[in-house]
């Protein structure tokens, strides 16, 4: 089992930045590919940034050249620095991470937090 803490949102306005969080315990050595989600009210939950064990990432479309997704290996913590942050980035964003696959699914992560609330206003 894997457990999955997020931390960090909060409100901003259009153009700031916030750095989320998510700390992770339990059996963390045999993690794969660990993500960052997001859902908006009334919209179906979609990727934002995953990141493999080696270090490799990939982001959505929408999040290129803003968002930075990283990992402390040594920490067992999961990072998602967002600047020039847009209302549309208004959503709740979870942590998310997964032993075997890595994929902007969120059906192929088995290990989930419980969120944290990101809001920006223009």
């Known amino acids: 089992q894997v457990q999955l803490v997020e931390s960090g949102g909060g409100s901003v306005q259009s153009g700031g930045s916030l750095r989320l969080s998510c700390a992770a315990s339990g059996y963390t050595d045999s993690i794969y590919c660990m993500g960052w989600f997001r859902q908006a009210p009334g919209k179906e939950r979609e990727g934002v940034a995953l990141?493999?064990?080696?270090?490799?990432?990939s982001y959505a479309d929408s999040v290129k050249g803003r968002f930075t997704i990283s990992q402390d290996n040594a920490k067992n913590t999961l990072y998602l620095q967002m600047n020039s942050l847009k209302p549309e980035d208004t959503a709740r964003y979870y942590c998310?991470?997964?032993?075997?696959?890595?994929?902007?699914?969120?059906?192929?992560?088995?290990?989930w937090g419980q969120g944290t609330q990101v809001t920006v206003s223009s």
């Open positions: 998310a991470a997964d032993h075997l696959r890595c994929s902007f699914y969120p059906s192929n992560f088995g290990y």
């Open positions: 990141i493999k064990r080696d270090g490799t990432t």
